[in-house]
């Protein structure tokens, strides 16, 4: 299955790639960072390196295929809000939650203050039950739309 993601088609059967490297593209040009893959047990998806190699930020990057209206609240499990949650407590630097949906590119940056609310949910689109779990949904009135 193809997917429009800002005028991009994207292969739905390989997202994570394909997505991520666009996202990280964009993050990469708008604000001269560098970011670099964590491992998998890191629960997120990069960190960003400034040019004198300063970690500066993490980040997730999230792709839904519809557009950013048709949801008042995107999800996350609450698994991955706990791992930005943990390292933005840990090393004091910030974290962001980006989700590129079809029609735009939008971010929030963890603020522990912020009211998320837990939730029992996920996606159905697989059929697979390991994909229904607590999740944590953030009101899309924190994020900012992401302008390159």
Not at 5 to 18: A, G, R
Not at 54 to 75: A, M, Q
Not at 105 to 131: A, C, H, P, Q, V
């Amino acid at each position: 299955m193809i997917a429009p993601i800002n005028d991009k088609y994207i292969n739905v059967e390989k997202p994570f790639l394909e997505v991520e490297r666009l996202v990280c593209d964009k993050i990469e040009k708008k604000y001269g960072l560098t970011l670099k893959k964590l491992k998998m047990n890191y629960h997120l998806d990069f960190a960003a390196i400034d040019n004198q190699g300063e970690l500066r930020c993490f980040g997730e990057i999230k792709c839904k295929y519809f557009k950013s209206t048709k949801f008042d609240e995107p999800f996350v499990s609450a698994w991955k809000y706990l791992g930005i949650k943990e390292m933005h407590e840990t090393f004091n630097l910030p974290v962001f939650l980006y989700i590129q949906f079809t029609d735009a590119l939008y971010y929030w940056r963890f603020n522990d203050s912020d009211k998320i609310r837990l939730g029992w949910g996920g996606r159905t689109d697989r059929n697979k039950s390991e994909d229904i779990e607590p999740m944590c949904y953030i009101p899309l009135r924190y994020f900012e739309r992401f302008e390159e």
